[in-house]
């Protein structure tokens, strides 16, 4: 996984330029005039995921270490590359904004607090994890400054927003298929220990994240294209977030497995989804024809 936290920070930070051409301030009004998509989607994040994972590990009977992995996962907040996901398939790209910035803030509270209740829980040895303003700023530099950048250039040369928009979306497109690319070749001696180990578990997580991320905020009348985004936010994980704090601030390699393993698996599971939400929309379209 080190070519993927290498190569993805620094492919999102370029495409997120390309998301900030398409957007402007009425998009982040619109967001605060229907905060209910928001509530929905940080209660989401912040207290169905972690419970959902913490019954898939019991179910599994996953070894302690294992255990705690998947806890670590399912409390990182949602990752960059939802931004993408979501400009793909038709989601509110600036919800996706809003809640990456959130739930990294939230993160630094909320991380910290599962992850430790986790190891009291299946570990019991007394390791305390806290987690600094660094993967914050991250986040600032990776999502928000280039779409800001972005913004500007589309509210000073609107005419040259207006036609990079359709060469931006082939090129993000590209670009995640060659990251993705890049991370099976490179990981291809592991991913067969990485799936037997916790391979279903992290698939089953994916999968069910993506429908809760859709569905829940649909069942709460929120609009179509919001939870599109919020699919994409709450069912892609920070995974780089949570191998960086398993292998470095709790030193523990083999709790990094799940968070490597979802971390290839995710992209799959994302798409599909993608594929299955622009199939709806179609569907819909058409009957409403």
């Known amino acids: ?23 402007t301030m009425a998009d982040f009004k619109r967001v605060l005039a229907y905060p209910r998509a928001t509530l929905v989607a940080l209660g989401c994040q912040i207290v169905i995921l972690p419970a959902l994972c913490f019954g898939l590990v019991i179910l599994f009977d996953l070894p302690p270490v294992l255990a705690v992995g998947m806890m670590l996962l399912a409390a990182s907040p949602g990752g960059t590359t939802a931004n993408l996901y979501s400009h793909l398939f038709g989601g509110d790209v600036a919800l996706n904004i809003t809640l990456t910035a959130i739930n990294s803030v939230l993160a630094i509270i909320t991380l910290p607090l599962v992850t430790n209740l986790s190891i009291g829980y299946f570990a019991s040895d007394g390791t305390l994890l806290s987690l600094e303003f660094a993967e914050f700023a991250k986040v600032v530099a990776l999502v928000l400054i280039p779409v800001a950048i972005g913004m500007l250039i589309r509210a000073y040369a609107t005419a040259f927003a207006d036609r990079m928009a359709k ?6 497109a590209v670009v995640l298929i060659l990251v993705i690319a890049a991370v099976m070749i490179k990981e291809r001696e592991n991913l067969g220990d990485y799936i037997a180990s916790v391979g279903l578990i992290c698939l089953i997580f994916s999968a069910v994240s993506l429908a809760i991320g859709y569905y829940a905020p649909r069942l709460a009348k929120v609009e179509r294209g919001q939870a599109i985004a919020s699919c994409f936010e ?26 490597a393993t979802y971390g290839v698996l995710m992209f799959f599971t994302a798409t599909a989804a993608g594929f299955l939400l622009r199939s709806r929309s179609a569907r819909l379209e058409r009957s409403a024809a």
């Open 167 to 172: 060469p931006v979306k082939i090129t993000s």
């Open 234 to 259: 709450i069912g892609l994980h920070n995974a780089t977030l949570s191998i960086t704090v398993a292998t470095t601030l709790l030193a523990n390699d083999q709790m990094s497995i799940p968070s």
């Open 1 to 23: 996984m080190a070519l993927a936290a290498t190569l993805l920070p620094f492919a999102l930070a370029i495409i997120m330029l390309g998301l900030g051409l398409s957007l």
